[in-house]
């Protein structure tokens, strides 16, 4: 075999839509990962939008006059269609346009586009069974119209879910707990109730503001609360008033249901009655809205309407080979590594002003067993086209594409166990290939001893000048570059090389054995035991291991190699491999060097990952080290927000405030104290940010300011200051039925308490 020439190649990423895979996080386990979609299928098509006003040339058709296929379709996706989409869809004027309309609703709203799966489909379609299934049942009409079954679809499944259904002093009432992905612009956990109004029925979504917590209680518990108002039943509550009596009774029965019954937003209560029930009622009509937070233009669906939609058609005829491995650095950062062998020919060969080079893309994405996708294949600026440009002539970039291409990429990642979809793409031909592994991502200092899946290489190369602080490669473990044979092809002349980390648990004693049994069906011709000295482990009990198996008396043939560790329950592996004596493995190796394992974007990573996952304390531990080492507004920003959602306000405000110090004037620092404050129940001091905002952007007025600031007046007792504000919103954006409903039936257009 021939040594694998280490290109040290430049890198330049464009843009490809149908390829490109965008990350957010989660509500619930569905990926919602359209919001920069969108945004780019948006501009992609922007020379043929029509304008929106143009739709009134086409006429809308009656729903009922559609076959049943465009009904059931229809009823089906009504909850997450939006307003705009609905508008276009109901005026296509055939079976054809519907048929692209349906295809296209989905396909817009894949969160790893490029891949096989369309996750978001698949979990939508997997809420509605459920929905269906569960909150169908002896109502009249079907389960996602009820309010626990549009809920559901909106959110996902809630992390937990209490149920209180036979209380003396309660109506029937469940209590649903979510995590959700901020940038839906609601707040990560929060609960939703649910209660049947009067006893019987369906469940109906209760609102804290609206229906209030005598709501809740059944005539006994009516009765009680009255008692306690009056001073009948020996004591006075805390509280005054009608709410406080309620809540007293409330909490006897269960004191998690009082809390929510206040304010749906852990955090919002602040010893102020109201104020949290009015941001639940503003976050309650955020969930309502997330189909437009998700795909706010129905641009994508015009071209439909308008006869301009062009086919997008790929063939699964590239042949590949590929390799996914996640191994752990020896700084303790887990890493996935993964490899994709080609034939150079089927990949794209420009140039331009002379210089060549040949262009491929690679998507992949990191999916959770419960369908969030954790992490994806992506470039330094998001995107997924790598061009391959390491200013080469024509007769170079030409032999580049003479035989195989092997494209070595890694990414960080965080401990757990995934699925890992891949795929390659000529974006000019729509060749593609594709793969999927199961991967198992270690953490240092297991309970028992674990090791890696053998990896068969063609080459190692040692570095005795390794520098944990410089530029890293794809496959590098410590000072060891891999080279990962894609293609299980090996030269008589040369030796297998098999590579394996181990993990150790603490303390663990006693030297490790590795079998290696190399067969041809009938015999065995190869059968060694080497063993591994525990003192070999570094810092997080890791021991990288390569064994050699020498072919020189193997004839050439196909074997089957198994590679056992004892120790790891888990049991072997077992490869299937040739041996060739005039094998010419030479591929042309694409690999570039990227920053060390300790970089800071690195945990930036990995702390939206831990993010994902709802383990909030451990991203803010990853980010600290970040936040600590660079001065970045983007680090910061997340640091911010998962100390908001992990309700650690004490700590939040000693970061902001020497920040706010130096830069007086910035907004979004302003912003931050002022959402601090009000999660506190500083309501005059959250005023106070909020009024320094408005100060710093007039004569501009802003919703994200003027509504929680109408909170914070609201939860301050002054319900005037809160309705004006409320006013101000609504002439910035009158489409808010949320607080349209605020003013009109809470506050009233001329009413209402002042102070």
């Not at 296509?92 to 396909?107: T, V």
């Not at 503001?209 to 009765?223: C, I, Q």
């Not at 269960?254 to 749906?264: F, G, K, N, R, V």
């Not at 030796?495 to 067969?519: C, D, K, M, N």
């Amino acid at each position: 075999m021939k040594q694998p020439t280490k290109l040290r190649v430049l890198v330049a990423e464009t843009d490809h839509l149908l390829a490109v895979t965008f990350r957010f996080g989660l509500v619930g386990s569905l990926v919602l990962a359209v919001l920069a979609a969108s945004s780019a299928a948006a501009t992609a098509s922007a020379p043929q939008r029509p304008a929106r006003a143009d739709l009134d040339a086409f006429e809308k058709v009656d729903l009922d006059t559609l076959a049943e296929k465009y009904r059931d379709f229809y009823n089906e996706i009504e909850v997450i269609l939006t307003a705009a989409e609905e508008d276009v869809f109901l005026r296509l004027e055939s079976d054809f346009q519907r048929d692209e309309f349906m295809e296209r609703f989905w396909r817009v709203r894949d969160p790893s586009a490029g891949t096989p799966r369309n996750e978001y489909k698949e979990e939508y379609e997997k809420r509605l069974e459920h929905v269906e299934k569960h909150f169908g049942r002896g109502v009249p009409g079907p389960g996602r119209k009820t309010d626990q079954g549009r809920m559901y679809l909106l959110l996902g499944e809630p992390m937990n879910i209490k149920s209180l259904p036979y209380e003396q002093q309660l109506r029937p009432v469940e209590m649903w707990w979510f995590h959700a992905n901020p940038r839906l612009g609601i707040p990560p956990f929060f609960y939703l109730v649910f209660f049947k109004r009067n006893g019987v029925g369906q469940f109906r979504l209760y609102s804290p503001l609206v229906d209030g917590p005598m709501a809740l209680l059944n005539p006994s518990g009516v009765s009680s609360a009255r008692g306690i108002q009056s001073g009948e039943a020996g004591y006075m509550s805390q509280t005054e008033g009608e709410i406080g009596a309620a809540l007293d009774v409330l909490k006897y029965i269960d004191a998690e249901l009082a809390q929510a019954a206040l304010s749906l937003i852990p955090g919002d209560y602040g010893g102020q009655v109201g104020y949290g029930s009015m941001r639940s009622q503003m976050m309650m009509g955020d969930i309502e809205s997330i189909p437009e937070t998700i795909m706010p233009t129905a641009f994508w669906a015009y071209p439909i309407l308008t006869g301009m939609v062009e086919a997008d058609v790929r063939f699964e005829t590239m042949p590949i080979q590929a390799q996914a491995i996640a191994l752990l650095d020896p700084s303790g950062v887990p890493f996935v590594h993964y490899g994709l062998l080609t034939d150079g020919n089927r990949l794209n060969l420009n140039n331009y002003e002379d210089s060549w080079y040949v262009t491929f893309q690679v998507a992949g994405t990191l999916v959770d067993d419960q369908n969030r996708i954790v992490t994806s294949v992506k470039g330094a600026d998001g995107s997924s086209t790598k061009v391959l440009q390491a200013d080469l002539d024509e007769a170079e970039a030409r032999n580049l594409r003479s035989g195989p291409l092997l494209y070595l990429d890694r990414f960080p990642v965080v401990a757990g166990r995934y699925d890992f979809d891949l795929i390659l793409e000529n974006n000019v031909s729509r060749e593609y290939g594709r793969a999927s592994f199961a991967i198992d991502v270690p953490a240092p200092w297991p309970e028992v001893v674990r090791s890696s899946r053998p990896l068969l290489l063609w080459a190692v190369f040692e570095d005795p000048q390794y520098d944990p602080y410089a530029e890293h490669y794809p496959f590098q473990v410590g000072r060891y570059d891999l080279i990962p044979a894609l293609e299980p092809v090996f030269d008589q002349a040369k030796a297998i090389l098999v590579f394996q980390q181990l993990y150790l648990p603490r303390g663990h004693q006693g030297f490790l054995e590795a079998t290696y049994r190399l067969s041809n069906g009938s015999e065995t011709l190869i059968d060694r035991i080497e063993y591994i000295d525990p003192a070999d482990a570094d810092s997080n009990g890791t021991i990288n291991h390569i064994a050699t198996i020498v072919l020189e008396d193997i004839a050439a043939g196909e074997y089957e190699l198994f590679v056992d560790l004892d120790g790891d329950d888990r049991g072997g592996t077992t490869y299937t491999l040739t041996v060739d004596p005039e094998a010419e493995i030479a591929p042309h190796l694409h690999m570039n060097a990227g920053p060390p394992p300790t970089d800071p974007w690195f945990a930036f990573d990995r702390a939206q990952q831990l993010r994902t996952l709802a383990e909030i304390d451990a991203a803010i531990e990853v980010l600290q080290t970040a936040v600590e080492r660079v001065n970045d507004e983007e680090i910061l920003a997340l640091q911010i927000d998962l100390l908001m959602e992990a309700e650690r306000y004490q700590d939040l405000e000693a970061l902001l405030m020497p920040m706010q110090r130096a830069r007086p004037n910035d907004t979004d620092m302003l912003m931050a104290l002022a959402a601090v404050n009000s999660r506190m129940g500083n309501n005059g001091q959250a005023i106070r940010w909020y009024e320094r905002v408005r100060l710093a952007t007039r004569p501009e007025e802003r919703v994200d300011v003027l509504n929680p600031l109408a909170s914070a007046y609201f939860g301050d007792g002054n319900h005037a200051k809160a309705r004006e504000m409320l006013e101000k919103s609504l002439a910035v954006d009158p489409d808010q039925p949320e607080i349209r409903t605020l003013l009109d039936q809470v506050l009233g257009r001329g009413g209402g308490a002042s102070r």
